[in-house]
């Protein structure tokens, strides 16, 4: 499993061009699904609109899927992949909106006016590297607690939750592949009798 860059959240940009509005809408989307449902809400908040032009790319499969909405054929869709593409970025959809003004802008201005406006959305995202990560609830009597704290600390573990009971209970973040040594240092604070539990790898923001 390795780390990747996306998007948090949406972000949006408008540009103008020839009295042509352009917004450009951004949003994370890690399936298709996911994806269609951005799109479909931009589709309902812009029922008037001229075009729905949307690009997507995802990183299940490498997939990818853009539509001119109407636009001439590769003016639109495609220069809004090219974007994403370029970007560094994957599980994300890119939907550009545009609102006729009443010239024709001819396929340069318009390849133009949805690369800027995709470009525009991105440069207003949050970005944020998701990495494989593992997470490890541990057990503890109260005198082992603010040892294995500092243990975790050093391991680079990020605390989700402590828990007060009859014992105490770390609920840890680690990135995978950085908890072995963690465990044998636990391990051997708790003379071997650790009582852990360790879950599969998952992805995100770390």
Do not use: W
Not at 49 to 70: F, I, K
Not at 157 to 181: I, M, S, Y
């Amino acid at each position: 499993m390795e780390g990747y860059t996306t998007i948090r959240g949406v972000a949006s940009a408008t540009i103008v061009e020839k009295k042509s509005e352009f917004i450009a809408s951004a949003s994370f989307a890690d399936s298709e699904e996911a994806a269609l449902r951005f799109l479909e809400s931009v589709r309902s908040e812009h029922r008037t609109a001229n075009h729905n032009v949307y690009a997507y790319l995802l990183r299940q499969d490498s997939r990818t899927r853009y539509s001119d909405d109407g636009e001439p054929q590769k003016t639109a869709g495609l220069p809004v992949l090219e974007v994403l593409r370029h970007s560094g970025l994957t599980d994300l959809i890119v939907v550009v909106t545009r609102y006729f003004g009443g010239t024709l802008l001819g396929t340069g201005g318009l390849v133009r006016a949805y690369t800027s406006a995709a470009q525009a959305a991105l440069e207003r995202a949050q970005r944020v590297t998701v990495q494989p990560c593992v997470d490890l609830d541990l057990l503890l009597p109260y005198p082992l607690y603010e040892q294995a704290g500092r243990l975790a600390a050093g391991a680079g573990a990020k605390v989700r939750d402590t828990r007060f009971a009859d014992q105490v209970t770390l609920c840890l973040t680690l990135l995978e592949g950085t908890e072995q040594p963690l465990l044998n240092q636990l391990s051997e604070l708790c003379r071997g009798k650790l009582h852990l539990q360790l879950s599969d790898p998952y992805y995100a923001p770390f």
